[in-house]
């Protein structure tokens, strides 16, 4: 008679189990979908920022105004912005995502501000690529928004990067094939979209190596440094292998040597791997003219995320 009952329910101990696994599973789903929550609404506030900017300069352009302030006599950020929105330069208010956060016109600037930017020491963003547009910036060539990042098989896309000394990470992965690549850009200056000079950072299956590359007024030079299996271990030997088409880590620290020359060095981490130290190379970029941002070619390489610091 026994055997043939039906166990119906839950003992005592195996609901303690039940209970005590689901708040380990809490505390660990919970911070990290708070983190990446809070990332994406600040990234969301950084490409806000930069159409709140974009919209002000064109709005100083083309009113043609001269006075020392663009919005000389407007007291509030509200009325500002209210202000753009009745002349067409806005579609709509443009409010932050992250919370007790807000953007402010900086009179002394003349520029739109971010206060989470005022509030830490980071003065540059993150970049969390699946919750952004690659309209918001400026790109040539083929650019798809997917649920992962930025995509692209043939273009550029660049980014501010305003700054002397820097690290750039990028996480990144190309799709798999035998050929193609992805670049990340650094002390670049830009005279527009298409006329682009500075330096390339190549993960580049064609030759089967990590390449630099200088660019020229939009034109690509011949390599400078080219690293394969023989000189850094991590690189395959064959570039059939599947570690072409992973996602990756690149870091890039670029620091000054000498100020006055410009001559500066680059160090380059693939995954916290090194793969090259203090490489030297002269740069004639201003800060103030600085970008970042990628090349693509061959087959379609999925840009996830970078953090510039």
């Known amino acids: 008679m026994n055997k043939n009952r039906t166990r119906k ?144 098989r043939y273009g550029l896309l660049f980014m501010d990067n305003n700054k002397d000394e820097y690290t750039i990470s990028t996480k990144a992965q190309l799709a798999e094939g035998t050929y193609g690549g992805y670049g990340i850009l650094f002390e670049t200056s830009l005279v527009d979209e298409d006329h682009d000079s500075g330096y390339v950072l190549q993960f580049d299956r064609g030759y089967n190596a990590i390449i630099i590359r200088p660019r020229n007024n939009g034109n690509e030079e011949s390599p400078v440094l080219v690293l394969r299996n023989s000189d850094c271990p991590l690189i395959p030997e064959n570039k059939e292998d599947d570690w072409w088409s992973q996602e990756h880590e690149i870091t890039l620290q670029v620091n000054n040597i000498d100020t006055d020359s410009g001559n500066k060095e680059l160090s380059v981490w693939i995954d916290n791997d090194s793969i090259l130290d203090d490489w030297y190379f002269e740069s004639n970029t201003e800060s103030e003219n600085n970008y970042t941002g990628f090349r693509s070619w061959g087959v379609e390489t999925t840009y996830k995320e970078m953090d510039i610091e």
């Open 9 to 152: 329910g839950f003992t005592l101990v195996e609901l303690i189990v039940v209970v005590a696994v689901l708040v380990i599973l809490a505390s660990v789903a919970i911070p990290n979908f708070v983190f990446i929550s809070s990332k994406a609404a600040i990234t969301t506030d950084i490409a806000n920022l930069r159409i709140l900017n974009n919209a002000t300069q064109y709005y100083k352009i083309t009113k043609n105004i001269k006075s020392e302030d663009i919005f000389n006599g407007i007291g509030s950020d509200l009325d500002r912005i209210i202000k753009l929105i009745n002349e067409g330069y806005l579609a709509e208010e443009i409010e932050t995502q992250k919370n007790d956060t807000f953007f402010y016109w900086n009179v002394a600037s003349q520029k739109w501000l971010y206060s989470l930017l005022e509030l830490t020491e980071t003065p540059l963003p993150s970049y969390l690529f699946s919750g952004l547009d690659y309209e918001n910036y400026l790109y040539t060539g083929n650019w798809d928004n997917s649920k992962e990042g930025f995509s692209s």
